[in-house]
Structures are given as C-alpha cells and as structure tokens.
C-alpha cells in the first residue's frame, strides 16, 4: 500500500523559512516523478513543484520559481520541500503525491501558516 507522510510545516513570520519532508513506502520510490501541491482555503489545489525519479529536473509553478527547492534522497525515500522568502499568501495545506499504477496518491498534508 501506497503511503506518503507529510512533515515539517507549522507557523512562520513572513520572509521565513521552512522545510517540509514527505516519507513514501509501498512503491519504489526512485523510479517515479514526485509533487508538492498546496492547497489554501477556499482555493483549488495548485501545482508547486515536480521533480523526475533521479532528481536532475526540476519545474515550479512561476508564483514560488526562485523561493522554493525540490529534491529528493532516493535512499531514504523521501521528497523535499524547502520553502524560503515565505509570505503571507503561502499559508495552505502542502501535500506531497504521485502517480503510481494509474492513480494519484497523496499524503494528509502539513499545514503551513506564515503570519506575523
């Protein structure tokens, strides 16, 4: 069984940092394209970053390019998030998630709430 366990979030000051860890089992890990979504209230869930099986390509969605880094550790199974420069506008549940066997997997999310 697929599972992905989200980590790292929590409050932080605008202009803060944090970084968020997603643990996968169930699946092997270092052949498959990870993601981090958010998702505010009221809002549709958003792309924010994916990162291929090896980890030497990267895409961002433009509203974090420059602030936010993927990247993986194939050998501990586990998917990045490091988030710099937050603002205010950040704030939302961060979910990790894959495709694997023809369905999209996702974590319970961590909550990331940037406020002074």
């Known amino acids: 069984q697929v599972q992905l366990v989200e980590s790292g979030g929590g409050l932080v000051q605008p202009g803060g940092s944090l970084r968020l860890s997603c643990a996968a089992s169930?699946?092997?890990?270092?052949?498959?394209?990870m993601t981090w979504y958010r998702q505010a209230p009221g809002k549709e869930r958003e792309l924010i970053a994916v990162?291929?099986?090896?980890?030497?390509?990267?895409n961002y969605a433009e509203f974090v390019k420059g602030r936010f880094t993927i990247s993986r550790d194939n050998a501990k199974n586990t998917v990045y998030l490091q988030m710099n420069s937050l603002k205010p506008e950040d704030t939302a549940v961060y979910y990790c998630?894959?495709?694997?066997?023809?369905?999209?997997?996702w974590g319970q999310g961590t909550q990331v709430t940037v406020s002074s």
């Open positions: 998630n894959t495709y694997y066997r023809n369905s999209d997997w």
């Open positions: 169930g699946f092997a890990f270092s052949n498959y394209v």
């Open positions: 990162i291929d099986s090896i980890g030497s390509n990267t």
